[in-house]
């Protein structure tokens, strides 16, 4: 018997393969990806495709090979060369993306040994990575290609490439290099296996049954039996690619008892070319289609292909290389999904489809809207099975385009997409028929028809465009209300398509000497799409030849666990086997924002088969709370009014304040039957009021959190009254989902004596939870141990909520007396354990006509959500750094902290920092604006300039490097000269426009709670001589045990390869600080240092008196000298200390400096921008470790990029997080890195204060994309100019193609006005 579980290829899990990881179990992040091979009878050839194991139906990989990661390379045989460059580029950081980039790539090798950029773009299209920012993926992929000048082929054909054009040079100080790596020997890739190729060559057995407990899945052989079965069981869907069903039945809960494979179907697989075009066979893939069409555009006239032009236009952006490869045309068409791109576009190519029976035989159905009933419906009768799509090749004077607008350029879908044709009487610009489709206004396919009819026979020119409009206005109907919301830009984009088309035809009238009007030669950029390019960087490293090659410190040295991160060989929490007994938790959650519990009934889950228990805050044994300082949060909702004290005036105890709210979990034999039983648990409601959920609605309410902070210098009121003019304005910055690739989880073992528990745990901070768990079972610290092997990352998420599960797992341990394991579902963990706190500026500024801001005072409030948690340090942090770089005397921040009925926001790289600078920098940017002023004049204008400068809380700094930085990023960047010339752009394109962006950074390290500013660590040696560091610090891919290694190498004198770091334990390292605010290193370094130069300073005597020893005969020597060879280490922090009363610090140990410049262009028609160019130059002090720094802020850039351009999370009006998967949610990927991003490090930095002069770099970079947001601002200021519109126009972050392309006012936008707020029922709200 198979559960459902055993139903997908999830199985690798339970045979002990670790190596394919589960982000998110949609498709959506390609953490899963493995290799698949299939003997092809019909052409005699092996395929190999990669598909996303999540998805993947393991019944229907009967007669085909699977490779995982596993299989190519591993540690203790050879890596494979792709493994290892990935690890050597340092493209590895937490790992947890690395085995599905590594069979992305392998599988393309495995297809094309010689591959082009493109080839490796287009692969890793589907593969996400939350911490790298792609880079030095690329960089060590392009090893393949055959480029022996290191070119990043993004140069369009006959154009200049970038070592051409001046912008890249050779050098040979890379970050890497590529002598002694491993060449690829085809010769050495796995075989597919003799015994499938044999079966393969044979006819196929009969059709294939599989059964499982609660599903059962049939693969039928061929057509006849397929329709006896669509007969037999008219209900069952067909099931071919997955892609549609299995994301329905894994996130979405959808139950089919029954399956029908159709996979192996061969009659479905054929592709029939004839004289009026293609016949697809219905479960060819979408990767095949494109092939297909690629093909035909290649070797047949122009003039046939338009429609398959347009079909590649689409397919290539349409999801990623995995989902393609698995994905298949019929299965897009009848899933009925009008986000899915491909019925648009056939339906305007007039496509059939060939749909048969096993009684009524085959018919022909035209694809149009008529085909569709519903969402997810169609016309087709339920016996009923789709055979084959015909798509007609294109006549001699049709015109085709297809076009698609999506949140991400690339694996999103699309918010709207339309395919449209012309026909034209021969020679004549005279319309003979049109044909508009569009998906996304609409639960289906929506045609416009009578705008489409009234078009016929008209010129081509500028009067029907205008009608067009009119009509295409009157006849897409979206109410104010519609799913998915969005209204006012979906209209709009369905007037700029139909204009994008209109110059498109216009253009090629013209090339066939039509006549026609002239479209000026300003509107051309408008007809091209952005290209998707790679990025291409060389950076350098900086370490002094000086400095001894054997000496790690400050060389460019590998992740300490690249090479098993790369093999799979890496062990994430959930990668441990099941310890014997195990049991799976699940949590329960609160579906009400603000309600009463007035009953909890788990008995039907409790009947379940596997069910063990329910839990709730009865069953905790200890406080049903977990603190931060005097923050209360609850673990369990609290059933019952008095049953324990909760010590907080933020709950009553019988009320859940947010949907997501824990209010118990179901413990059961395993994870399926866990879920399942969650679900079945009935909580009763009454629903209380108030319920708000955003900073508005709270201003409203006066609902904020205490303390509200304040800071302040000057006298504002004094200087309000001098200055010449005075400015009101706001800025809304949305929050940030942490998405790391690893979700949430642990597992808690009990161990049966003394009330002794081990936990294995994905914690930031180890101690904490330790502490929390104890709190919660009621036991001492003593008796919990907490294990950290790595995370796969962490971003700030893991400190808060992972204490909260672990206390509620190890209660449930505790209460059964098993391990208990517990992995949040990448749904679940968006839903509980929420991210980056919102927040909304509001400030008056004063300032003197020439750019001079003599006076901000600044009113920050974020949404905290239900409970303080962390919200009140956070916006400290936003206060804290709210001056930035500049000196303006009168200076007044504070700070509210909003209560509503949210999941309580929590940290998130940055820590309030990206939002107090980016409310700032807006402050500069308007005023510039308002003073006529280039925004970087006005930046420079106020910046700190002298040596010693104060802050606004009065703390010593200079802005030396700062300034350095400021002028070397203008420098290197070239952005003067670029400034003219995006002027000139502006001037020659209406519809594209650039801008360009720099600003500088101070960004303060360390705790401002001094206390926290600690280390410690303990350093072993063993007899043998080998080392073994522990620390309390956790390794979640910032490279903390890298460094860690590199500093103790460099004082014991010994090679990293000697010295080994396990794990952090409590055990090891008690009552560490968490693993944030930049300082991790800083701490556990010193600690590391002050434990080994203690061990040297016992080995000295013997070092001395025995010059010509070795390491381990000093050691052995020392040992059987009675010498302790066991050191801890300590670091005692500085002290700071924050006087809220007299705005006084000192809050931060020291400063890191950078500055950034960035350029972008955008479609003003669609909203779409793409990020051209980046240049940062950063200030790291010494850099300990330039490939890792330099890592740090590329992937903290580009989680910026997320944040400020196109990561947005929507709330459902009654308070439900509404994108809860990388389906709805959107990290950058691949296509949002810029194709330039030079990163460089200020040279000859110094920074008295931390480990060898080096500076903590974690969080600073993420601020710095605010570069990116700031020059979209100055592309639509642009784009508004030329309307005649003022420079000054609100824009919001994150700055989305939807944001964009609103801001962008012209006659479409016009036609789709805003209705009046209070008029109708909005889809989502703004938090
Ligand atoms: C992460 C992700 C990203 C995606 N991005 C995009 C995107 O950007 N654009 C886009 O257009 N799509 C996108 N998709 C959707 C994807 O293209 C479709 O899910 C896919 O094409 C469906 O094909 P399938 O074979 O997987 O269908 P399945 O899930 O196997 O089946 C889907 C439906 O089609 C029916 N069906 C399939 N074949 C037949 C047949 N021969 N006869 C009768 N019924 C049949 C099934 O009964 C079922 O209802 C994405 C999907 C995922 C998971
Ligand atoms: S886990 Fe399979 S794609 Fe995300
Ligand atoms: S290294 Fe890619 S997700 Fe962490």
Known sequence: ????????????????????????????????????????????????????????????????????????????????????????AHGSQCGFCTPGMVMSMYTLLRNKPHPTMEDIREALGGNLCRCTGYRPIIDGFKTFCDVSNGCCQNGESGGKCCIENGTKQHNDKELFHMDNVLPLDPSQDLIFPPELMIMGKKRACGSLCFQGDRLKLISPVDLTNLLELKTEYPEAPVVVGNTTIGPNMQVKGVHHPLTIYAGRVSDLHTVTWGKDGVS???????????????????????????????????????????????????????????????NSVLAALDCTLQVMSKENGTRAITLNEELFTGFGKTVLRPDEVLLSIDIPYSKPWEFVSAFRQAQRREFAFSIVNAGMKVLFREGTNIVESLNIYYGGVGPTLVKVGRTCQKLVGRSWGEELLADACRLLEEEVELSDSAHGGKVEYRKTLTTSFFFKFYMQVLQELRERDVNVCLLPLEY????????????????????????????????????????????????????????????????????????????????????????????????????????????????????????????????????????????????????????????????????????????????????????????????????????????????????????????????????GENGELELFVASQHSAYTQEVVGITLGIDSNKITCHVRRLGGAFGGKVMKIASLSAITATAAVKTGRPVRC??????????????????????????????????????????????????????????????GYKIPNLRGRGLVCKTYLPSYTAFRGFGGPQGLMVMESVLHEVAVKCGLPPQKVREINMYREEECYTHYKQLFSP?????????????????????????????????????????????????????????????????????????????????????????????????????????????????????????????????????????????????????????????????????????????????????????????????????????????????????????????????????????????????????????????????????????????????????????????????????????????????????????????????????????????????AERIRMACEDQFTEMAPSPEKGTFKPWSINI
């Open 823 to 884: 992995v949040l579902e990448r749904g679940d963990d968006m839903l509980i354990t929420s991210g980056r706190h919102p927040f909304l500026g509001k400030y008056k500024v004063g300032y003197n006509n020439d750019g001079t801001i003599m006076a901000a005072d600044i009113t920050y409030y974020s949404n905290g959500g239900c409970t303080l948690n962390e919200s009140l340090a956070i916006m400290e942090k936003a206060l804290l750094h709210m001056d930035n």
């Open 960 to 1296: 030396r490097d700062m300034l350095r930085c400021w002028d070397e990023c203008l420098d290197k960047a070239g952005y003067h000269d670029r400034l003219q010339a995006i002027q000139q752009f502006n001037t020659s394109n209406r519809w594209k426009k650039r801008g360009i962006s720099a600003v500088p950074m101070k960004f303060g390290v360390g705790f401002s709670k001094g206390f926290f500013n600690q280390g410690a660590a303990l350093v072993n040696i063993y007899k043998d001589g080998s080392v073994l560091v522990a620390h309390g610090g956790t390794e979640m891919g910032q490279g903390i045990n890298t460094k860690a290694l590199q500093i103790a190498s460099h004082i014991l004198k010994v090679p990293m390869s000697s010295i080994h770091i396990k794990e952090t334990c409590t055990g090891n390292v008690p009552n560490a600080a968490p693993s944030a605010a930049s300082f991790g290193t800083d701490a556990v370094g010193m600690a590391v240092k002050d434990a080994c130069e203690k061990l040297m300073r016992r080995l000295k005597p013997f070092m001395e008196n025995h010059p010509k020893y070795t390491w381990q005969q000093w050691i052995f020597e020392a040992y059987c000298q009675k010498v302790s060879l066991s050191a801890t280490g300590f670091f005692m922090g500085p002290h700071t200390d924050m006087d809220w009363e007299n705005s006084e610090g000192p809050a931060y140990y020291y400063f890191t400096f950078g500055a950034c410049c960035s350029e972008v262009e955008i479609d003003c028609l669609t909203g779409d921008h793409k990020n051209l160019r980046t240049d940062i130059v950063m200030d790291v002090g010494r850099s300990l470790n330039p490939a890792i720094d330099i890592g740090q802020i590329e992937g903290g850039f580009v989680q910026g990029i997320g944040l400020y351009t196109i990561e947005e999370l929507q709330f459902s009006l009654e308070g439900v997080l509404m994108t809860r998967g990388p389906s709805q949610y959107k990290i950058p990927a691949l296509c949002d890195v810029p194709p330039q991003f030079n990163v460089h490090l200020l040279a000859n930095a110094q920074n008295p204060h931390a480990i060898y002069r080096s500076k903590g770099i974690g969080e600073p970079p993420v601020f710095l994309a605010s570069t990116i947001f700031f020059a979209i601002k100055e592309a639509v200021a642009a784009a508004r100019r030329e309307r005649g519109l003022g420079d000054s126009f609100p824009l919001s972050s994150p700055a989305t």
């Open 1 to 88: 018997m198979l559960s459902q579980n055993h139903l997908h290829v999830s199985l690798l899990y339970i045979v002990l393969l670790t190596g394919t990881k589960y982000g998110c179990g949609g498709g959506g992040c390609g953490a899963c990806t493995v290799m698949v091979s299939k003997y092809d009878q019909l052409n005699n050839r092996v395929l190999h495709y990669t598909v996303n194991a999540c998805l993947q139906p393991i019944c229907t990989l009967h007669g085909a090979a699977v490779v995982t990661v596993e299989g190519i390379g591993s540690t203790k045989t050879k890596l494979h060369p792709v493994q290892e460059r990935i690890a050597k």
């Open 280 to 342: 697809m066979g219905a479960v060819c893939t979408l990767s095949s289609l494109k092939e297909e069409m690629e093909r035909a555009v290649r070797e047949m006239e122009a003039e046939r292909t338009r429609g398959y032009q347009a079909l590649l236009q689409t397919l290539r952006c349409l999801a990623g290389k995995q989902i393609r490869n698995m994905a298949t045309i019929g299965g897009n068409i009848l899933s009925a999904n009008p986000k899915y791109d491909l």
């Open 524 to 751: 051309l950029s408008a007809l091209k799409p952005f290209k998707n390019e790679v990025v291409c960087l060389f950076p350098l490293q900086l370490v002094s030849n000086a400095q001894s090659s054997q000496d790690p410190v400050g060389h460019p040295m590998m992740h300490q666990a690249a090479f098993h991160q790369a093999t799979g060989e890496a062990q994430y929490y959930d990668d441990i086997p099941a310890v014997q007994g195990e049991l799976f938790v699940y949590m329960v959650t609160s579906t009400r924002a603000h309600a009463k519990i007035i009953n909890i009934d788990p008995s039907e889950a409790l009947g379940m088969t596997g069910v063990v228990t329910f839990l709730s805050a009865g069953d905790v044994p200890g406080q049903n709370r977990r603190m931060l300082f005097n923050n209360p949060e609850e673990l369990f909702a609290e059933e019952e009014v008095g049953y324990r004290t909760v010590p907080s005036h933020y709950h009553s105890r019988s009320v859940v304040s947010c949907v997501g709210q824990i209010i118990g979990a179901v413990v059961a034999e395993s994870r399926e039957q866990a879920r399942r039983a969650a679900q079945m648990v009935k909580v009763t409601y009454q629903d209380l009021l108030p319920v708000f959920f955003t900073i508005e609605e709270a201003i409203q309410h006066q609902s904020f959190f205490d303390p509200k902070r304040k800071l302040e210098r000057g006298d504002m009121d004094k200087a309000f009254e001098t200055v010449d003019q005075i400015l009101e304005d706001e800025i809304y910055l949305g929050g940030q989902e942490h998405f790391y690739m690893e979700t949430q989880g642990l597992i808690a073992v009990p161990k």
